[in-house]
């Protein structure tokens, strides 16, 4: 049994069900179809338990105590970090900038962060951007 990896999963549901509960209270559909706000994050809480649930089930199965890192992952140990928290800032930001510009801002940091050129970042950033953007206004009338 891995603990370290139980103690994972039981986070991953604590916060799976911190972003449902509040989601039952948003409004529901409009009338012409399109979900409500809370719709995608019962969706997302709902795979995230399953996956966790999937994951708790290979931990227990394991012989291993705890993680063993390699040299790899105690060198990435800090991208991770700048990666949560440049992850949590985006959230928390995106209650009071327009979706469009905090993300090609947000995307724009974390392909500089690993290494990507400025126009080739620029370009991707932009274009990623408004794909998001097509997708979840048009197609799935999700107001960003």
């Not at 928290?85 to 510009?101: D, G, N």
């Not at 274009?127 to 979840?136: G, K, L, S």
Request: proline content about 6%; some cysteine.
């Amino acid at each position: 049994m891995n603990k370290a990896g139980l103690v994972f999963v039981g986070i991953s549901i604590a916060v799976a069900v911190f972003f449902m509960i509040p989601a039952f209270s948003m409004p529901g559909g409009s009338v012409d179809g399109a979900p409500g706000p809370g719709y995608f994050p019962i969706i997302l809480s709902v795979i995230v338990i399953i996956l966790a649930i999937i994951q708790g089930i290979f931990y227990l199965r394991e012989d291993k105590k705890s993680f063993d890192q390699d040299e790899t992952q105690r060198k990435n140990k800090p991208m991770l970090f700048i990666v949560c928290i440049a992850t949590l800032v985006y959230t928390i930001l995106f209650m009071f900038i327009p979706f469009i510009p905090l993300t090609i801002v947000a995307v724009g940091f974390l392909n500089w962060l690993f290494g990507k050129k400025w126009i080739p970042n620029l370009i991707f950033s932009v274009a990623f951007t408004m794909i998001i953007y097509v997708i979840f206004s048009k197609f799935l009338h999700v107001m960003l």
